[in-house]
């Protein structure tokens, strides 16, 4: 079974450091995209980026770049988002989401990482 | 950068009628990479749509998705009470790979 298992909720306080994984099982990890999505209390689905454990290709959102890190280790088959000082913004449920291709659209969805960011 | 707009916000009907769900785009997507997902309360968004009308595996055939260009319908022939969700469009065709807003689906 195709499966992304998300690590656990996190409760942080500002300026921070964090680091969640999603670690795939059931397929190739190296040749399957890992997608971010963040989803803030009550809101829609933001597009964060995108990492090619492959070859850790990543491309990032406008809206995010320079804010997280996405990288992996594709010797355990898991991805990472990183960040280096949290804001309370942050606060959010954090996905990570298998993308076949390139030009295919996010097939397999982990359950996804709470991170709380209160002082 | 492809901005989404989904109509409307909120659909209120009854189980057995048609829902019809709009995603319109500011700019071409190319070769019709949309997708549209479906997310219950506490659970992760499901792949419904892929390539505008494409079903992904095991997605019952009352989902039906059409569209080309800007403008794109996901379009649920008879609700059933688990349809009751929010849905959201997606454009994995240009960097960002945005999505939209979401339309949620509640009972009458």
């Known amino acids: 079974e195709v499966q992304l298992v998300q690590s656990g909720a996190e409760v942080k306080k500002p300026g921070e450091s964090l680091k969640i994984s999603c670690k795939g099982s059931?397929?190739?990890?190296?040749?399957?995209?890992i997608g971010w999505v963040r989803q803030m209390p009550g809101k829609g689905l933001e597009w964060m980026g995108i990492?090619?454990?492959?070859?850790?290709?990543?491309r990032y959102s406008p809206s995010f770049q320079g804010q997280v890190t996405i990288s992996a280790d594709k010797s355990i088959s898991t991805a990472y988002l990183q960040w280096s000082s949290l804001k309370a913004s942050d606060t959010a449920m954090y996905y990570c989401?298998?993308?076949?291709?390139?030009?295919?659209?996010?097939?397999?969805w982990g359950k996804g990482t709470t991170v709380t960011v209160s002082s | 950068e492809i901005v989404l707009t989904q109509s409307p916000g909120t659909l209120s009907l009854s189980p057995g009628e048609r829902a019809t769900l709009s995603c319109r785009a500011s700019?071409?997507?190319?070769?019709?990479?949309l997708a549209w997902y479906q997310q219950k309360p506490g659970q992760a968004p499901r792949l419904l749509i892929y390539?505008?009308?494409s079903r992904a595996t095991g997605i019952p055939d009352r989902f039906s998705g059409s569209g080309s260009g800007t403008d794109f319908t996901l379009t649920i022939s008879r609700l059933e009470p688990e349809d009751f969700a929010v849905y959201y469009c997606?454009?994995?065709?240009?960097?960002?790979?945005?999505f939209g807003p979401g339309t949620k689906v509640d009972i009458k």
């Open positions: 989401a298998r993308r076949p291709s390139i030009a295919a659209p996010l097939d397999v």
């Open positions: 059931g397929y190739s990890f190296t040749s399957y995209w």
């Open positions: 990492i090619y454990p492959g070859d850790s290709d990543t």
């Open positions: 700019q071409s997507v190319s070769s019709s990479y």
């Open positions: 390539g505008a009308s």
């Open positions: 997606q454009q994995y065709g240009s960097s960002p790979f945005a």
